[in-house]
């Protein structure tokens, strides 16, 4: 299994955005996780498709869209054709689940399916077939710097069961308060992506970010 960390660019100074990505990629990041935000799924606004777009020019990382969006199908071919490689949708915000990761998965990149901290684990079982990957929230989606959910723990290790039960490779990204300090028993409970914002901007971008990957050195 591959393990992955994905900086937030969040929480990125969008004053120098492309140093940022650039520090991030240096320190070994292989994904940029991007937070799109509309306003209606959560209350916040973020950026969208011309940031995503002039992002793609810049770097060689796996472009992650993290739509918290409503009706997100109505979006997913712009995102991928402004650079996304991975798009991730709220089974909460689809009113068609199964079709809205078919047309992702039509597009040729990877879909993820990320289900919010009240979801019941056991409603992701039947979109298992369709994904790449499933997006375990361990906040509330809407902003960064939350803390993260303990509870959470249980829920990785559910969904790595019900995952290994399905027999299919599947990633388990998680997304909300990782730290360095947590980091471990995030992956012990099972996720091998996992998201860090505020741990990963801000001073030292670069040592910030190896030291994730650092960590990853004793599960491959
Ligand atoms: O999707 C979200 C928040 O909704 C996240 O991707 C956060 O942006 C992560 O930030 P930190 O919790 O790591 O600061
Ligand atoms: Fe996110």
Do not use: W
Not at 42 to 64: E, L, Y
Not at 207 to 217: A, G, P
């Amino acid at each position: 299994m591959k393990y992955v960390i994905a900086p937030s660019i969040l929480s990125a100074d969008f004053t120098q955005l492309g140093k940022d990505i650039k520090e991030t990629e240096e320190g070994g990041a292989a994904y940029l996780h991007f937070d799109v935000m509309d306003g209606m799924f959560v209350p916040n606004i973020s950026f969208g498709i011309p940031v995503m777009k002039s992002i793609r020019k810049a770097t060689h990382q796996v472009m992650d869209a993290h739509l918290m969006v409503q009706d997100p199908i109505r979006y997913v071919k712009a995102f991928k054709e402004a650079g996304a490689d991975l798009i991730t949708v709220h089974l909460e915000a689809c009113p068609d689940v199964r079709k809205t990761l078919t047309e992702i998965k039509d597009l040729g990149i990877m879909a993820g399916l990320s289900i919010c901290p009240e979801t019941p684990v056991e409603e992701i079982r039947e979109y298992l077939e369709y994904v790449d990957m499933i997006l375990i929230m361990s906040v509330h989606p809407g902003a960064g710097g939350q803390k993260f959910m303990e509870e959470s723990l249980d829920r990785i290790r559910e969904t790595r069961k019900m995952i290994e039960e399905s027999g299919k490779e599947i990633d388990i990204q998680v997304d909300g308060g990782v730290k360095l300090e947590n980091a471990r028993k995030i992956l012990d409970a099972g996720a091998n992506i996992l998201v860090a914002g505020s741990a990963v901007f801000g001073d030292n971008i670069v040592e910030n970010t190896r030291k994730f990957v650092e960590i990853f050195r004793d599960y491959e």
